[in-house]
């Protein structure tokens, strides 16, 4: 087997392995997982993604906070409406993979 990446250390693997972890923990949640997939196609407000993604505004809005908490999703004003978009290019890249894997035909 061949090694494309340098050898990295242990303790520069064990914090990417914590970290990794805490995105993957983050993603693994149905109703975020298709929040970031809708996402991941551009910027989008609370009632389109409800409108999309048939997740009841309560839920919408508890999952939104969580994906915004850990840094995932960014907030912007217009007028009354809030839109929301990508924020993690680690998390983009994430969602590419299992678009990839899962989701392409």
Do not use: W
């Amino acid at each position: 087997m061949t090694h494309s990446h340098p050898p990295v250390d242990v303790a520069t693997m064990h914090a990417a392995a914590t970290e990794a972890c805490a995105l993957l923990k983050v993603l693994a949640n149905p109703d975020r997982l298709l929040l970031m997939c809708q996402l991941s196609q551009g910027e989008a407000c609370v009632s389109e993604l409800e409108a999309q993604l048939a997740i009841r505004q309560p839920t919408l809005s508890q999952q939104l906070g969580v994906l915004r908490e850990n840094g995932l999703v960014t907030t912007r004003r217009e007028g009354k409406n809030i839109f929301y978009s990508i924020a993690s290019k680690p998390a983009l890249a994430v969602i590419a993979v299992l678009y990839e894997q899962f989701c392409a035909q």
